[in-house]
Nanobody, 127 residues
Framework: QVQLVESGGGLVQAGDSLRLSCAASGRTFSSYAMGWFRQAPGKEREFVAGISWSGGTTRYADSVKGRFTISKENAKNTLYLQMNRLKAEDTAVYYC????????????????????WGQGTQVTVSS
């Protein structure tokens, strides 16, 4: 069982930066592929970024490519999402997700590919 707790959300202005963190419990964090998803009001939850268990592979949604960076620090059992040049349309609740996946170098993009989810952290970008 893995528990995920997101933090770092808040209210910022367009063009600002923000870094989200996702702290994971458990001793096998290093073997987990992880991802970030978001859900804006009135919309379905969507993929933002994913990283393979080793950190060697990353995937991004087109809408955040070049602005967001996902990273994984196994020594701290923590996943990060560095968000730069934020836009109003980035406003959403951001969720981290994890799945045990040391058998593949793939960074997953589908919600159903993940097993564990955090409760989410709100990011609001004012224009």
């Amino acid at each position: 069982q893995v528990q995920l707790v997101e933090s770092g959300g808040g209210l910022v202005q367009a063009g600002d930066s923000l870094r989200l963190s996702c702290a994971a419990s458990g001793r096998t964090f290093s073997s987990y592929a992880m991802g970030w998803f978001r859900q804006a009001p009135g919309k379905e939850r969507e993929f933002v970024a994913g990283i393979s268990w080793s950190g060697g592979t990353t995937r991004y949604a087109d809408s955040v490519k070049g602005r967001f960076t996902i990273s994984k620090e196994n020594a701290k059992n923590t996943l990060y999402l560095q968000m730069n040049r934020l836009k109003a349309e980035d406003t959403a609740v951001y969720y981290c997700a994890a799945v045990s996946a040391a058998w593949t170098a793939v960074a997953f993009t589908g919600q159903r590919q993940y097993e564990y989810w955090g409760q989410g952290t709100q990011v609001t970008v004012s224009s």
